[in-house]
């Protein structure tokens, strides 16, 4: 069993940064990935942003450049930085861990999920 927790949401305004953080416990060991999905009111859930085990990166395409995901193995964390904020980014924000990153910054398999944290960006 995972539990993630996320933290770091808050309210901007557009053109603004937040740097999201998911602490899992325990953080998985070899052939793992975490990832970042959102979900704005009204929408499908969609990835964001994932990390494996080896320190692979994937995006979204669109997100790609203002979005970071990075990881802190020591502290059990990953991190999402999202820098240039605008109003189509505010969701509801989700961590998960899976086991194989996939085109576009998922994660297949994914086994857990954490509770999310909210973001809203204003113009």
């Known amino acids: 069993q995972v539990r993630l927790v996320e933290s770091g949401g808050g309210s901007v305004q557009a053109g603004g940064s937040l740097k999201l953080s998911c602490a899992a416990s325990p953080y998985p060991s070899n052939n793992y990935c975490m990832t970042w999905f959102r979900q704005a009111p009204g929408l499908e859930r969609e990835a964001v942003a994932g990390i494996n085990g080896n320190g692979i990166t994937a995006y979204r395409d669109f997100l790609k450049g203002r979005f970071t995901v990075s990881e802190d193995r020591t502290k059990g964390i990953v991190y999402l930085e999202m820098n240039n904020l605008q109003p189509d980014d505010t969701a509801k924000y989700y961590c998960?861990?899976?086991?194989?990153?996939?085109?576009?910054?998922?994660?297949?398999?994914?086994?857990?999920w954490g509770q999310g944290t909210h973001v809203t960006v204003s113009a």
């Open positions: 998960a861990a899976g086991k194989v990153l996939v085109v576009g910054g998922g994660c297949a398999r994914i086994n857990y």
